[in-house]
């Protein structure tokens, strides 16, 4: 790319190694790593990577048990590739997507430093009670999931949280209303994130709070009570880091020491 240009959003001047130039789109513009993916027969010499997913598991709404008729089924996980395709210079993505099935799978070196940060999405994968596949590989790591939480989960969650807050302040600034959705896990990750620090587990069923964070969803809680609620969670929040008995840091070696194992099954 020579620079950006003005003829239209996300345009830019490209200059090709024959000297030749053209104005393009980022639609037209491809990361040369998603490139080499595209279109590829995954067929015979070329593997279906699906075929190397380890772990599948259900998340969102129908394993929060806040799901309703409608209700899409989200599934999460991770896939180890094996060793020849995982060296080779095409190397392999770092997740799969299939959007009309509603699946994502993180490469497993993906996935578990996902973990180690506190990523909330990847932690519930490890504590989803919802679990469709998972290969013994996967069930030990699933056995070890507490060498992934840390005190970083208060500074993980703290951040989606208040990210989606000022989303939904500026939504009542500009629309005069919320997303309710959004409302509505944001309270759920709030409530999450203090057990978590409290009880080194992961809660991904809301259980108790299930109605009222329904009623959230379906705009019938005023936003005044639900704000006021969410001030509070963030106390709770602050207290229970301030008490919580979770290590500083997560367990690397452990998480290094699996990778290494899991990589050297596939060679």
Not at 15 to 43: C, N, T, Y
Not at 205 to 232: F, K
Request: with cysteine; proline share 5%.
């Amino acid at each position: 790319m020579v620079e950006a240009r003005g003829e239209g959003p996300h345009a830019y001047r490209v200059r090709f190694p024959d000297g030749g130039e053209a104005v393009l789109s980022r639609e037209d513009v491809a990361i040369r790593k998603h490139a080499q993916w595209e279109g590829r027969s995954l067929a015979s010499d070329d593997p279906d990577l699906y075929g190397y997913v380890i772990l599948r598991c259900v998340v969102g709404s129908r394993a929060y048990g806040l799901d309703e008729d409608g209700s899409d089924t989200d599934r999460r996980g991770l896939y180890l590739p094996p060793a020849e395709l995982h060296w080779s210079l095409m190397g392999v993505p770092e997740q799969l997507e299939n959007e009309e099935m509603q699946e994502t799978y993180w490469e497993l070196q993906k996935f578990l430093t996902l973990a180690l940060k506190a990523n909330p999405n990847v932690l519930e994968c490890l504590y989803t009670p919802m679990v469709e596949h998972a290969t013994p590989l996967a069930q030990e790591m699933l056995q070890m999931r507490s060498v992934f939480l840390s005190r970083l989960v208060y500074q993980t969650y703290n951040g989606y949280v208040m990210s989606q807050f000022k989303k939904l302040e500026t939504d009542l600034r500009t629309r005069g209303e919320i997303r309710w959705k959004h409302a509505m896990h944001l309270i759920r990750l709030l409530v999450s994130g203090v057990q978590v620090l409290r009880e080194g587990f992961v809660p991904v069923r809301v259980e108790e709070h299930r109605q009222t964070l329904l009623a959230i969803r379906r705009g019938e809680a005023p936003w005044d009570e639900v704000n006021a609620w969410r001030l509070a969670l963030h106390r709770d929040f602050d207290a229970a880091y301030s008490e919580t008995k979770l290590p500083e840091r997560p367990d690397y070696e452990a998480a290094n020491a699996f990778l290494v194992r899991a990589r050297r099954s596939m060679v």
